[in-house]
């Protein structure tokens, strides 16, 4: 059993009851400010294609974002809770 504030836990319950990518939206446009929806999309995509192996300077070219934000989005996809790893292997987002 988590350890997590009840704030948190309920937090979590409301993503687990997601059921579908519209849902999932609908949730996220309300929870979120425009902004703070396109930074998580834009961290979303750097650690894809960190995962595809694709080089940190090149990433930051193609997404016209400093180095500095790549360099934290490879430090929680190597040491965080695993989450993102988690996801990219159930989405079959990995390395060939």
Same mark, same amino acid.
């Given at each position: 059993?988590?350890?997590?504030?009840k704030p948190? =836990?309920?937090l979590? /319950?409301? &993503?687990?009851? %997601? #059921?579908?990518?519209?849902? $999932?939206e609908m949730?996220?446009?309300?929870?979120?400010?425009?902004q703070? +929806?396109?930074t998580? /999309?834009? =961290?979303?995509?750097? @650690?894809? /294609?960190?995962?595809? !192996?694709?080089?940190? =300077?090149? %990433? /930051?070219k193609k $997404? #016209? @974002?400093?180095?500095?934000?790549i360099?934290?989005?490879?430090?929680?996809?190597q040491? !965080?809770?695993? !989450? &993102?790893?988690h &996801? +990219?292997k159930? +989405?079959?987002?990995?390395?060939p």
């Amino acid at each position: 059993m988590s350890h997590s504030p009840k704030p948190l =836990r309920d937090l979590y /319950a409301l &993503f687990a009851s %997601i #059921d579908d990518e519209k849902e $999932c939206e609908m949730l996220l446009k309300d929870i979120l400010t425009p902004q703070e +929806l396109e930074t998580i /999309a834009e =961290r979303w995509q750097l @650690v894809q /294609a960190l995962a595809r !192996g694709m080089p940190q =300077r090149e %990433i /930051a070219k193609k $997404c #016209d @974002v400093s180095i500095s934000k790549i360099t934290r989005g490879s430090h929680e996809l190597q040491y !965080g809770s695993g !989450g &993102f790893k988690h &996801f +990219l292997k159930k +989405l079959n987002m990995t390395r060939p």
